[in-house]
């Protein structure tokens, strides 16, 4: 039962987004052509989900609080759902559920078959994400779900291809993923942890 407040406020937050978008997007106020508004924004909120799921490691080491690391995988299955209905509207909104047109699509453009690639290693990640699969796969577990690393490079080109007149938000996220990356190298791991235990240390009142 611990942290489950945290848990609840991930899933209320997560669950009520894709619903409000909805709404502004059958009530026409995402402009003239809300289905590709809202396509972009569940893929938006994918790699922010994902970001923040890469972010939770980090921030436990840095502040030993072990809530941070309650929610990682909650929000890593967030981040595989808001992938999911990003494909599902793109099916639907842009490509009108005309599936005969995908083979043309993933030719002319490539950033679907990108977009499809990240895609898949969610899904792959998503579906071992229990405690069955880490029992079942052992160490190759761990092997497995390192490929979040190469599937969060993945998302990023995918944005990059979508969003190319509007780069800056793209900027963004690809600094606050190299910057999460950095955090990840086992030096720079090991000082953050350091860091902690030295406010400890110095928190202490001598005697």
Known sequence: MRYVVWRVA???????????WLLLAWQFAL??????VLVDNLGQGALVLLLLTLGMTPLQRATGWGGWLAVRRQLGLWSFSYALLHLTGYLYFLLG??????????RER???LVGTLGFIGL?????????WSMRRLGKRWKALHRLVYPIVIVVLLHMLWVVRADAGRWFLYAGIAAALLLLRIPAVAAAL???????RKFAIKPK
Do not use: H
Not at 31 to 36: F, L, N, T
Not at 123 to 131: E, G, K, M, Q, Y
Not at 193 to 199: F, H, I, P, V
């Open 110 to 112: 490539p950033y679907i």
């Open 97 to 106: 559920n005309e599936f005969s047109r995908l083979g043309e699509e993933l």
């Open 123 to 131: 899904t792959a990640l998503a579906l071992t994400s229990n405690r």
């Open 193 to 199: 942890t350091a860091l902690r235990s030295g406010k």
């Open 31 to 36: 402009g003239p052509d809300p289905g590709k």
């Open 10 to 20: 991930v899933f209320i937050c997560a669950a009520s987004v894709p619903g409000y």
